[in-house]
T-cell receptor
Framework: GIQVEQSPPDLILQEGANSTLRCNFSDSVNNLQWFHQNPWGQLINLFYIPSGTKQNGRLSATTVATERYSLLYISSSQTTDSGVYFC???????????FGKGTMLLVSP | DAGVIQSPRHEVTEMGQEVTLRCKPISGHNSLFWYRQTMMRGLELLIYFNNNVPIDDSGMPEDRFSAKMPNASFSTLKIQPSEPRDSAVYFCASSLRGLGNEQFFGPGTRLTVL
């Protein structure tokens, strides 16, 4: 099946710093999504982004499908950005989502 | 809207017992998803429904697991018999339509099988 690798596995930032999270995938995809899980376990769907660039406030995401990667940018990080960020893909020809192992982000005040 | 509702929030049971997890999706959403999260395996999509019909159950681990969606406002995930390795957090999510739309997650059910 498709492989999804996220980097870095862990990241510690000072409040106000910017960061880039990466998601590499091993095959063509119909669908790519980014999720955030806060320290209390709540999951939020951040972006649906099979290709191109989207922005939502301080967060933006870019997927380059031809090169099989996606990037999640967090600008001016806040302590509430802490948690785990997951990338998930729907491989072409399949109808299920495969998740990466996530990037754990800690933003300190 | 109250969001996606899951019950129970916590369940502790003994090996061999039947476990039933429940989910009420957001009203008007046509797709419902069941996920499992463990330290070892991470997040996994178990099964999802469109318009109450199961679309993909390739993530269901084995025959001990079954899911139903008898109507648009209710779904169950059943494990019979349960085993300690089924211990996990089970999330339910719903979306307007399919995998290509924003999913809204419930708070999860933390299952412990002793």
């Amino acid at each position: 099946g498709i492989q999804v690798e996220q980097s870095p596995p862990d990241l510690i930032l000072q409040e106000g710093a910017n960061s880039t999270l990466r998601c590499n995938f091993s095959d063509s995809v119909n669908n790519l999504q980014w999720f955030h899980q806060n320290p209390w376990g709540q999951l939020i769907n951040l972006f649906y982004i099979p290709s191109g660039t989207k922005q939502n406030g301080r967060l933006s995401a870019t997927t380059v499908a031809t090169e099989r990667y996606s990037l999640l940018y967090i600008s001016s990080s806040q302590t509430t950005d802490s948690g785990v960020y997951f990338c998930a893909v729907e491989a072409r020809g399949y109808s299920t989502l495969t998740f990466g192992k996530g990037t754990m982000l800690l933003v300190s005040p | 809207d109250a969001g996606v509702i899951q019950s129970p929030r916590h369940e502790v049971t003994e090996m061999g017992q039947e476990v039933t997890l429940r989910c009420k999706p957001i009203s008007g959403h046509n797709s419902l998803f069941w996920y499992r999260q463990t330290m070892m395996r991470g997040l996994e999509l178990l099964i999802y429904f469109n318009n109450n019909v199961p679309i993909d159950d390739s993530g269901m681990p084995e025959d001990r697991f079954s899911a139903k969606m008898p109507n648009a406002s209710f779904s169950t995930l059943k494990i019979q018999p349960s085993e300690p390795r089924d211990s996990a957090v089970y999330f339910c999510a719903s979306s307007l339509r399919g995998l290509g739309n924003e999913q809204f997650f419930g708070p999860g059910t933390r299952l412990t099988v002793l």
